[in-house]
């Protein structure tokens, strides 16, 4: 079975400034997808940016980029720019992409990130 | 925008009681899943769904059970709840992996569920 770890159960960065959040997976596979999530204080979690195993070109979605490391199955959110609204729990997440794993999202226990102004 | 929605934000109930849970999804996905939110131990899978009337247990299935008779809804039963069931409970939905490579889950905003 699949399994992701996010060794920073906190972080805390200052406003404007950029922040890195970690994330490392097992997995024997070489076709998967990985996934990060952000979820606000007492609001709906929602996805931030997503990469095809595949694809060796890192995803960028505006201020949030990812560097995917294969070979050491890393996979670390940059946040730049940090802003006040960036302020929540984030979680690494891990599909298969055939078979039974592919239904279904394996979690990381999740990054709680603070924004200091 | 995909949404998803559960029947409560926050629901206090007494240990034994029979517990509905309640998600609604507006864009024709197949998958719909439950999972439970604790501390420190980040989600976990319950139970999901890849069509109508079928379910896969995920990782932490028991005490819990549940039923899907429309595509768009998917509830999940405690039948008789305990005090170890108070947590942060999330539904989630997806299309069929198919139709989307990616299939990212879309998640609603949770139930805080107190079993006193």
């Known amino acids: 079975a699949q399994t992701v770890t996010q060794s920073q159960p906190e972080m805390s960065v200052q406003e404007a400034e950029t922040v890195t959040l970690s994330c490392t997976y097992d997995?024997?596979?070489?076709?998967?997808?990985l996934f990060w999530y952000k979820q606000p204080p007492s609001r709906q979690m929602i996805l931030v940016i997503r990469?095809?195993?595949?694809?060796?070109q890192n995803a960028t979605e505006n201020r949030f980029s990812v560097n995917f490391q294969k070979a050491a199955k890393s996979f670390s959110l940059k946040i730049s720019d940090s802003q006040l609204g960036d302020a929540a729990m984030y979680f690494c997440?891990?599909?298969?992409?055939f078979g039974a794993g592919s239904y279904q999202l394996t979690f990381g226990k999740g990054t709680k990130l603070s924004v200091i102004p | 925008d995909v949404k998803v929605t559960q029947s409560s934000r926050y629901l206090v109930k007494r240990t034994g009681e029979k517990v509905f849970l309640e998600c609604v999804q507006d864009?024709?996905?197949?998958?719909m899943f439950w999972y439970r939110q604790d501390p420190g131990l980040g989600l976990r899978l319950i139970y999901f769904?890849?069509?109508?009337?079928?379910?896969e247990k995920g990782d932490i299935p028991e005490g819990y059970s549940v039923s899907r008779e429309k595509k768009e809804r998917f509830s999940l039963i405690l039948e008789s709840a305990s005090t170890n069931q108070t947590s942060m409970y999330l539904c989630?939905?997806?299309?069929?992996?198919?139709?989307?490579?990616?299939?990212?889950?879309?998640f609603g905003p949770g139930t805080r569920l107190t079993v006193l």
């Open positions: 864009m024709d996905h197949e998958n």
């Open positions: 997440a891990y599909r298969s992409a």
């Open positions: 769904s890849y069509d109508v009337k079928m379910k």
């Open positions: 989630a939905s997806s299309l069929f992996y198919s139709r989307s490579s990616y299939n990212e889950q879309f």
């Open positions: 990469q095809e195993a595949y694809k060796q």
């Open positions: 997995t024997s596979e070489s076709d998967y997808y």
